[in-house]
């Protein structure tokens, strides 16, 4: 997980309003992961991206 991942993270669950799960299968990382994300565990300070998803 690096921060870039985060920020694409933050952007799929807020901006296009995937769950969870969803942004995990698409990024290819456990959900728990991006759980730890959201609940600001990993990366708190690193802001959702702005645009589209590059992966």
């Known amino acids: 997980m690096t921060p870039e991942m985060a920020a694409h993270?933050?952007?799929l669950v807020k901006?296009?309003?995937?769950?969870?799960?969803?942004?995990?299968?698409?990024?290819?990382?456990?959900?728990?992961?991006?759980?730890?994300?959201?609940?600001?565990h990993r990366y708190p300070d690193v802001p959702p991206a702005q645009g589209s998803f590059p992966f």
């Open 9 to 11: 993270i933050r952007y």
């Open 15 to 40: 901006s296009q309003g995937l769950y969870q799960h969803q942004a995990a299968a698409l990024v290819g990382v456990n959900p728990g992961r991006v759980s730890e994300v959201m609940n600001g």
